[in-house]
């Protein structure tokens, strides 16, 4: 079945910075697109990035772009989020989907603080 | 960028009542590129309805989706228990992909 699962989370200062990777399993990583979709504590959902299957063709949101960067190893079935720069606002619960139907395969998330 | 307009912001219903969400964009989703999912608090979201109207795999044929352009809505037969949740419409259309603020459906 397929398995998306997320670590690297944690607390950071503002201007600091994280890196969080997404473990695929269950399916065939290098042909599907993937994402990072982020929620704020009590907020919505907010599209952050996404990466096409051989990670060429990226987009990042205006509001992390310049500071965030996604990318993928498909030998080792992983997608990655580097934060830099981090703000408080970016304080939320990172997940990663994959992009097929929308996205019809979330992992639970990895939580982000972003607190002095 | 396209925004996604949910209505109403909360449905309070009972267990086997219908239940009516609605999504609206500002500019019209073209091919039908809108999607629906479930989220339960603690949870990821679970994608229900993707194409405006397709079920997506394993959800029950009480959640059904229709509309198109920019008008959008998401109907439940009949509640369960376990439908108490929030529904957030998303368009796929371009980029970036928005999502709506959300509907919470509560008892």
């Known amino acids: 079945q397929v398995q998306l699962v997320e670590s690297g989370g944690g607390l950071v200062k503002p201007g600091g910075s994280l890196r969080l990777s997404c473990a695929a399993s269950?399916?065939?990583?290098?042909?599907?697109?993937m994402s990072w979709i982020r929620q704020a504590p009590g907020k919505g959902l907010e599209w952050v990035s996404h990466l096409s299957f051989s990670g060429n063709t990226v987009s990042h949101a205006d509001s992390v772009k310049g500071r965030f960067t996604i990318s993928r190893d498909n030998a080792k079935n992983s997608l990655y989020l580097q934060m830099n720069s981090l703000r408080a606002e970016d304080t939320a619960v990172y997940y990663c989907?994959?992009?097929?139907?929308?996205?019809?395969?979330w992992g639970q998330g990895t939580l982000v603080t972003v607190s002095s | 960028e396209i925004v996604l307009t949910q209505s109403p912001g909360t449905l309070s219903l009972s267990p086997g009542e219908r239940a009516t969400l609605s999504c609206r964009a500002s500019?019209?989703?073209?091919?039908?590129?809108l999607a629906w999912y479930q989220q339960k608090p603690g949870q990821a979201p679970r994608l229900l309805i993707y194409?405006?109207?397709t079920r997506a795999t394993a959800i029950p044929d009480r959640f059904s989706g229709s509309g198109s352009g920019s008008d959008f809505t998401l109907t439940i037969s009949r509640l369960e228990p376990e439908d108490f949740a929030v529904y957030y419409c998303q368009q796929y259309d371009s980029s970036p992909r928005t999502f709506g603020q959300g509907t919470k459906v509560e008892i």
């Open positions: 269950g399916f065939t990583f290098r042909d599907y697109y």
């Open positions: 500019q019209s989703v073209s091919s039908s590129y």
């Open positions: 194409g405006a109207s």
């Open positions: 989907a994959r992009r097929h139907l929308s996205h019809d395969y």
